[in-house]
């Protein structure tokens, strides 16, 4: 991993991943892409992590670098610059399907600057809390360039198709409170509670039962794409195989003696 570009941490089953390029606003550039990959790869295939925090410091990240994109591009023709960019994407977009498929929920704390790939990233995960200094900005258009991250997949999904229009092809920043009315986020607090609110939430769930959160998320997140015959077949075989785990047991028993269940996570 790129030294520095991301800084990973675990307490307990809590992985909080920050970005870590202060300085850029946290704009997306080849080492930071490497380094996210590679934290939340390891993550997501760590047994022990049940909840996976995703946070940016003062500003969540501002979108691609588009200085080191201006190296990339000089000198380059234009069928050069296809190439080393679709690269590039493909690259990113790895990230954005681990986050998707990860069998445990994804929790993303923003604040400050979320723009263009930090607007996907955020929307890749499964829940997102926001300060109240945070703005949104798909921004992409605004320097002639389509969005990517999957953030054409899931904005209209969010906010619907006219409104997912409005927001990439103007460009035009939103308010925390404008993306809490639109679906964009869960929640706005206050700055000074972003960081405790972030970790009750991300605690919360990692004492929950993780098996059942990633059948939950697979579910919900293929569900658009298929009839309702289909999805209710794939619902029924969910619930089965929950059924036949401790968890379940668990969660019926602590609920016919009045305590809280204590789940394993399985």
Known sequence: ??????????EGAVATITLNRPKALNALDRDLTLALREAVFAAENDPGVRCVVLRGGEHFMAGGDLKWFSTLVRGKSPAQNRVQFEGFIHEVHGLILSLRRMPKPVVASVRGAVAGFGMSLMMAADLAIAAEDAYFTLAYSLIGATPDGGSTFALPRIVGQKKAMEIALLGERL????????GLVNRVVPVADLEPETTALARRLAAGPTAVYGRTKALINGSLGEP?????????EAFAQSAG????LEGLAAFVEKRKPAFRGG
Do not use: H, I, N, Y
């Open 228 to 236: 309702l015959e289909a999805q209710l077949q794939r619902e029924a």
């Open 1 to 10: 991993m790129p030294e520095g570009a991301v800084l990973a941490a675990r």
């Open 245 to 248: 785990e401790p968890d379940f």
């Open 175 to 182: 308010r925390a409170t404008q993306a809490l009315e639109l």
